[in-house]
């Protein structure tokens, strides 16, 4: 299964963006779904996972802001970011614990 990341941009503190994630097959092909980020010089960092049952959990730092989902029917998975602060700056990618997605540039500037 191939992953295609999309929907970053260029956004201002407090905006908003959904990001999505595409998958070539199932999107549940290995039963979780996850999006991590990487901002520069920085590791990369677990944002938030999603099961095939919908069970979901975040990082902290994105906690009420975040939202993940998915549509099985689409294959595709999606991050809902509000509230966006500077500090969400990073590349995101999606992970099935298998493949990475070609990451998004999400840059959050006023």
């Known amino acids: 299964v191939q992953l295609q990341a999309s929907g970053g941009g260029l956004v201002q503190p407090g905006g908003s963006l959904r990001l999505s994630c595409a998958a070539s097959?199932?999107?549940?092909?290995?039963?979780?779904m996850m999006w991590h980020r990487q901002a520069p010089g920085k590791q990369r960092e677990l944002v938030a996972v999603?099961?095939?049952?919908?069970?979901?959990n975040y990082a902290d730092s994105v906690k009420g802001r975040f939202t993940i989902s998915s549509d099985k029917a689409k294959n595709t998975v999606y991050l809902q970011m509000n509230g966006l602060k500077p500090e969400d700056t990073a590349v995101y990618f999606c992970?099935?614990?298998?493949?990475w997605g070609r990451g998004t540039q999400v840059t959050v500037s006023s």
């Open positions: 992970y099935n614990t298998v493949s």
């Open positions: 097959g199932s999107i549940f092909d290995r039963n979780v």
């Open positions: 999603i099961t095939s049952s919908g069970t979901t």
